[in-house]
């Protein structure tokens, strides 16, 4: 049995339909914002502050493994009704509140583990999701684009393991942006386009990779068009591409690079 800590976007569809074909017994427990698992039969919706009943659930259903998959929304926490572990809990959860959303699962994951339950990796049953080393189209990065590839490298290599920055974008010597909270699209689209720069997403030093690795997929590929990026950038098995097929058709068509290093 295995325990889902489902959000939104395509991942968490994609992980549930891999658990599914898998034939491996499962819940959901439904964080989306509009509980897009309603129908399953196997959904059960609590709220984040309900911590007894959710780790009553879990050891209910026999369950020693969970995951996280999908965009977990940051809650209004004045409106949260608590239970008693909610209440002995929910301080320490407000507290990584003020640093991300990273943060705030990252505090669940260590209220799992108190509790005597493992996190695993959100794509321990998905791993043809993560792509391996090396440049995955026909366009290649060039000289002055490894300058500043090793910028962006040198830039994650100095970032807290909670920074909500996860994705950059660097031309030649000079960072242009930096993701903020509200993610990758909305940096972008701040960018003047043709900008010509190279976005990088790569995993901050000592982040926790059971959960938010950088996650690309084709509506990325279609906003490095949009704004005359040279490519992406990404980590070699601490990664996940959504589509790949279309991702790499897509760059291939439109000359821009997948470079995983």
């Known amino acids: 049995m295995i325990g889902l800590f489902l959000g939104d976007t395509d991942f968490s569809q994609i992980v549930l339909n891999k658990i599914k074909k898998l034939h491996k017994k499962y819940f959901i427990i439904d964080f989306s914002k509009n509980n897009k698992f309603q129908k399953d039969k196997n959904s059960f919706r609590i709220s984040i502050g309900k911590f007894g009943a959710i780790i009553d659930l879990i050891k209910q259903k026999k369950c020693k493994k969970v995951l996280f998959a999908g ?44 509790e005597g339950i493992k996190v695993i990796s959100s794509i321990f049953f998905n791993p043809e999701l993560s792509l391996k080393k090396g440049i995955y189209t026909k366009l290649k990065p060039n000289k002055q684009d490894f300058i ?55 995993p901050k030093k000592k982040q926790d990779l059971r959960m938010d690795l950088p996650t690309i997929g084709l509506q990325t590929l279609k906003d490095i068009k949009k704004y005359k990026l040279k490519g992406v950038v990404m980590r070699s098995k601490k990664n996940i591409c959504l589509n790949k097929n279309k991702c790499i058709n897509f760059a291939n068509k439109n000359k821009i690079f997948i470079y995983i290093i």
């Open 71 to 114: 965009k977990i929304a940051k809650p209004n926490f004045s409106s949260l009704r608590l239970d008693f572990k909610g209440i002995y809990y929910m301080p320490g959860v407000i507290k990584a509140a003020k640093i991300g959303d990273a943060a705030i699962i990252k505090s669940i994951i260590n209220i799992l583990n108190k």
């Open 148 to 202: 500043s590839i090793k910028k962006g490298k040198v830039f994650f290599n100095k970032t807290k393991s909670l920074d909500h920055v996860q994705a950059l974008v660097v031309k030649d010597h000079k960072i242009l942006a930096k993701e903020g909270r509200e993610g990758t699209k909305k940096m972008l689209s701040k960018l003047k386009k043709k900008t010509g720069g190279i976005l990088i997403k790569l």
